[in-house]
């Protein structure tokens, strides 16, 4: 039996801790002895009225002021989605001592992929009509199917994300000071310690390309999904749990 560790989880863009929806539960089962921290990026969740910075390392610097794991001095494990993700290893690389690895899923780097992949076009009229949107049911409605691939798991969480989108809505402000964030970061050169890269291919949101190109740089082998869409822990959270090495 392997030691217990901690974790700490980082959801993207305009995405705050509830909106990991059942797949925290599931993880908790899965790893029943070890510790989770989940943590909002500034400006989402229960910090919606937190400015988000335009500079990724800024969110580093501004999570490990939040983290108990950083405070007590406890190394932990990183698990991280898109925009989360570019966090999850800048923090790696600019704190290496204080993460054991990082699970990054579904990520994409501006020096190795155009515009076009990191935010698929597909998806621009959907984005539009989101910027207007004041309905938490609507909004949750059209991110999940932009994001996820299967309907069922659609049903199944898109009640708790509209109740928790009611509670802590997001501030447009914010979403377009994360997108400048993520629109400018490049990630490491070198392979910033020790990650497990995943991505999937039925990503419709981010081309899965995104995340092959990254690997290659890297030198490692990424794990890809072979219909998932974007948010692979909502759309297939066992396969996630086992993938998670």
Not at 4 to 29: C, D, M, N, V, Y
Not at 48 to 61: A, E, L
Not at 64 to 93: C, N, T, Y
Not at 175 to 191: E, G, N, T, W
């Amino acid at each position: 039996m392997s030691a217990p560790k901690k974790w700490i989880l980082l959801r993207g863009l305009a995405r705050g801790k509830g909106h990991w929806g059942s797949f925290t539960t599931r993880l908790q089962e899965h790893f029943p002895n070890d510790q989770f921290e989940l943590l909002d990026l500034p400006g989402n969740g229960e910090r919606n009225k937190v400015t988000s910075p335009i500079s990724i390392g800024d969110y580093v610097h501004d999570l490990r002021r939040q983290s108990q794991f950083v405070k007590d001095g406890e190394p932990f494990h990183l698990l991280a989605i898109s925009l989360g993700a570019m966090v999850a290893a800048e923090w790696m690389h600019e704190f290496p001592h204080e993460v054991c690895k990082a699970h990054l899923i579904c990520t994409s780097s501006s020096d190795l992929s155009p515009f076009y992949h990191r935010y698929q076009l597909r998806n621009l009229i959907p984005s539009l009509g989101l910027s207007l949107e004041k309905d938490p049911a609507q909004w949750e409605s059209v991110v999940l199917k932009m994001t996820t691939n299967s309907q069922a798991r659609r049903e199944e969480e898109l009640p708790g994300m509209v109740e928790y989108s009611k509670q802590h809505p997001e501030f447009r402000l914010n979403v377009i000071r994360q997108l400048v964030a993520a629109s400018r970061f490049s990630f490491p050169k070198d392979l910033p310690g020790d990650v497990n890269l995943i991505g999937s291919f039925g990503d419709r949101l981010v081309s899965p390309a995104c995340t092959l190109k990254l690997a290659e740089r890297w030198g490692i082998k990424a794990r890809m999904h072979p219909w998932s869409g974007h948010d692979i822990p909502i759309d297939d959270p066992q396969w996630l749990l086992e993938h998670l090495l």
